[in-house]
């Protein structure tokens, strides 16, 4: 049993399109016009121009604490080719997320506990039609959010897909090898602190349980740089100068300095690799082999 | 007969104000404080300063695109001077635009069908009193905005003022010489296309019908720089390397590049001359006689 | 007698976290989530990063203008620290200000007229559970002032607190010395005019009367530089290349240049120390012994 004619109060918006021109105005003023009751809530339209991974990304940081409703999420390299334009529903229709098929919306899917219904946004007269090349934006995805909002139902805006066959995201799980734990830099935030694709049960198994608590040292490879990191549970825990790895308010170690930027400090940046792996000393970085290449 | 006493639900907002500092919550602020049920659309805050063409562009490419309701467009290099503050009535009353008198509103009035009604925006009752120099937006446009949310009728703002008399836009139309169709940047996108103020009317007027069809080749001329450009459907049929002629999503044409600036491969900017005429090939570009001289 | 149970539809919102990332958009979906009925307005999220005295400034430049309702202001260097969280209720009940107890809050409060209750948001019932490191804006600040939207009654929130205690603004006084009023850029504006903490009384007692009136000439002295500026009623009223004080929409004199920058003619910025005296002539610049070490 599907839910029908569910009406949602709210769009949230995660786009690349920047503010300096009136892309985003206009999708948020045709939601305005074709569905009136809803409001609209800007996660950033700060997302790399066509950075897929990074706007998927800071759409799954956000998507614990979204209201119900809709989600429209646009970063869109293949915007005129053959990739679909689809509407996923989430938690049995609490919400539901539209955009491109590509990826973006599938580590906010998976955080939502899945889809349960999917559908391809082909039926025109749900869409806008262009004076000349398709807005996506505009003329499919604000639509179809805003006739959702209206309570039409996911099956109206188009052909039914198996959830199962969407585009996968592309976050990397951190794996362990005899090196130790080979994870990766999944966002680099404002203050340089350098998020990692690594959760308190990956560092609890790195070293036997004493990586999880506070003030176990672990020991950090990326690129060229070696370094021991203490374990803190808050940035302000953090040695000067020294390395730290915080569990950040996503719930995510990240590594950090205090008061100074980690991503510069290590040279690091989102999509890097990092192996930790057990460590009893906090040395100051020492030339060693490097295990890791840099990716990109 | 006016539409007298009709309340409107929403303010769509643009201006030069950047978002750096509180210009833009301040405006925001008023509005909400004096019409609490009319919601705000950001159409956009980063047009550059003072650049009234740059806004009238942007506010004519979102204009169709708006709910019934009031505008509220503020870029106003004159401001302190003569320049009159107005209010312009489009459709009968489905909206109004309010902002200087500079030219900024004038394509978004034309656009939405010509002025019904116009005032100069006098009347200090329906003003903020500033503690110093008037800051426009703060002080009387966002007041009429909200006061005419109230459903105060435009009469009441000010004086009436003939709309054939307000200052016009800025905008050129192209036009057509012996060596072809003298056209003019309207505006560079994020991704570098550059919109030309030429339809598919003029285009087709260009080479006795056959450069409406895709797949036609226009003679393109810019500053130094002479290329033939294919007429494409959309941006994925561009060949790579080669400039093509993309009818855009406002349906204007636009020369482009697939996946690279069009902008930064022919040296071209918002205003500047480009000349289309009839070409039968798209040779790599060689230095010819200029045609045009660049402006500014 | 409280204002007890008074509910709230507005949340204004400044902070310093820009709008490259979600943590904005994060915490407006948590006001959204929990008090759906309010409406938010963004003053500014462009304060620069721990730039308290600045997102001090730019609040109290907007508190004049706000509606009835919740202020939510973050600029937090101390998070993680022993800084507290607070919320103050001013004008009897008409407004609360939510944010760290820094100084930022309080020339807001100070204008509002000051507080009439104060808490320290210390009730983890009205807070989110982070899954890791606290994200202030939104496991604390954002929930407060949704629960206060909501009806919950301030002293729910936490412990009481003295408004007295509160740590103070940081916004220096100008004060009169034998050479003249010492004074300091609080601000400047994208067109560059330097707003000083000098109003309309302070220029008066100047020059015994005739500085508050326009044409009067005052002596500017910063740094290496010394020059008359005469004052004026409005930017179009300055000369050619001349500094000028006018009174600007704030109500305080900004040093200015009719279409130029006075920061950047005068090598000024916020904070920069300036000494204002009795003066005859607007002779050009001359080399002069310097009165005032510049700050920073």
């Given at each position: 049993?599907?839910?029908?004619?569910?009406?949602?109060?709210?769009?949230?918006?995660?786009?690349?399109?920047?503010?300096?021109?009136?892309?985003?105005?206009?999708?948020?003023?045709?939601?305005?016009?074709?569905?009136?009751?809803?409001?609209?809530?800007?996660?950033?339209?700060?997302?790399?121009?066509?950075?897929?991974?990074?706007?998927?990304?800071?759409?799954?940081?956000?998507?614990?604490?979204?209201?119900?409703?809709?989600?429209?999420?646009?970063?869109?390299?293949?915007?005129?080719?053959?990739?679909?334009?689809?509407?996923?529903?989430?938690?049995?229709g609490a919400g539901v997320l539209v955009g491109p098929d590509n990826g973006l919306l599938a580590p906010?899917?998976?955080?939502?506990?899945?889809?349960?219904?999917?559908?391809?946004?082909?039926?025109?007269?749900?869409?806008?039609?262009?004076?000349?090349?398709?807005?996506?934006?505009?003329?499919?995805?604000?639509?179809?959010?805003?006739?959702?909002?209206?309570?039409?139902?996911?099956?109206?805006?188009?052909?039914?897909?198996?959830?199962?066959?969407?585009?996968?995201?592309?976050?990397?799980?951190?794996?362990?090898?005899?090196?130790?734990?080979?994870?990766?830099?999944?966002?680099?935030?404002?203050?340089?602190?350098?998020?990692?694709?690594?959760?308190?049960?990956?560092?609890?198994?790195?070293?036997?349980?004493?990586?999880?608590?506070?003030?176990?040292?672990?020991?950090?490879?990326?690129?060229?740089?070696?370094?021991?990191?203490?374990?803190?549970?808050?940035?302000?825990?953090?040695?000067?100068?020294?390395?730290?790895?915080?569990?950040?308010?996503?719930?995510?170690?990240?590594?950090?300095?205090?008061?100074?930027?980690?991503?510069?400090?290590?040279?690091?940046?989102?999509?890097?690799?990092?192996?930790?792996?057990?460590?009893?000393?906090?040395?100051?970085?020492?030339?060693?082999?490097?295990?890791?290449?840099?990716?990109?």
């Amino acid at each position: 049993l599907h839910a029908v004619g569910r009406r949602y109060e709210t769009v949230s918006l995660l786009t690349d399109y920047g503010l300096d021109d009136e892309l985003v105005g206009v999708v948020k003023a045709v939601i305005r016009d074709l569905a009136p009751h809803a409001s609209t809530i800007d996660l950033t339209h700060g997302i790399g121009p066509f950075d897929v991974r990074g706007g998927s990304l800071a759409l799954a940081r956000a998507i614990p604490y979204l209201p119900d409703g809709v989600v429209l999420a646009v970063v869109d390299p293949g915007v005129g080719t053959s990739r679909k334009a689809i509407a996923v529903e989430v938690a049995g229709g609490a919400g539901v997320l539209v955009g491109p098929d590509n990826g973006l919306l599938a580590p906010g899917v998976a955080l939502a506990g899945g889809a349960t219904r999917a559908v391809e946004l082909d039926n025109p007269n749900y869409q806008l039609e262009a004076p000349g090349a398709t807005f996506a934006g505009r003329d499919v995805f604000a639509p179809a959010a805003a006739h959702l909002c209206n309570g039409v139902d996911l099956d109206e805006l188009g052909t039914a897909l198996d959830p199962a066959l969407l585009v996968p995201g592309m976050i990397a799980l951190p794996r362990t090898e005899t090196n130790g734990l080979h994870a990766e830099v999944l966002w680099v935030d404002r203050f340089g602190n350098c998020q990692l694709n690594v959760g308190p049960d990956e560092l609890a198994s790195l070293t036997a349980g004493s990586g999880e608590r506070a003030g176990a040292i672990v020991t950090v490879t990326c690129g060229d740089e070696r370094r021991g990191a203490r374990v803190v549970s808050t940035f302000a825990d953090l040695a000067a100068g020294a390395v730290g790895l915080v569990l950040d308010s996503q719930g995510m170690y990240a590594l950090a300095l205090d008061r100074r930027s980690a991503a510069a400090e290590l040279a690091l940046g989102p999509g890097d690799a990092v192996v930790l792996s057990a460590g009893e000393d906090d040395r100051p970085a020492e030339p060693t082999p490097v295990d890791l290449s840099r990716r990109q």
